[in-house]
């Protein structure tokens, strides 16, 4: 299946319909677009102060977590841990 065509069972919001508003349709999405979310943080720089960034993706984190989703939790981490390097 191509990725566009990815579409979360939960909520029915497809790969098109997150990268037209970039926002996700439930917390069970991110399983879905874990990847594509993560890329769009890092390719846009989607945030201009190192604070909201940290917020958003400590959100992110404890979503995936509690969805015993601890790859994508990781991956995440991983983001936020190299903004750390960058804030200081």
């Known amino acids: 299946m191509e990725?566009?065509?990815t579409r979360c069972v939960f909520c029915g919001?497809?790969?098109t319909d997150w990268e037209q508003t970039h926002k996700l349709?439930?917390?069970r999405c991110i399983e879905f677009f874990e990847d594509?979310?993560?890329r769009y943080l890092?390719?846009?720089g989607v945030y201009n102060f190192a604070f909201d960034r940290k917020k958003d993706l400590n959100t992110?984190?404890?979503q995936a977590v509690d969805l015993e989703n601890f790859e994508g939790?990781?991956?995440l981490q991983d983001l936020l841990d190299e903004g750390d390097d960058t804030d200081e």
Do not use: S, Y
Request: neutral net charge.
């Open 36 to 38: 594509e979310v993560g």
């Open 3 to 5: 990725q566009k065509d």
């Open 73 to 75: 939790a990781l991956t």
């Open 25 to 27: 349709g439930c917390t």
């Open 60 to 62: 992110l984190i404890d």
């Open 13 to 15: 919001m497809t790969m």
């Open 42 to 44: 890092i390719k846009k």
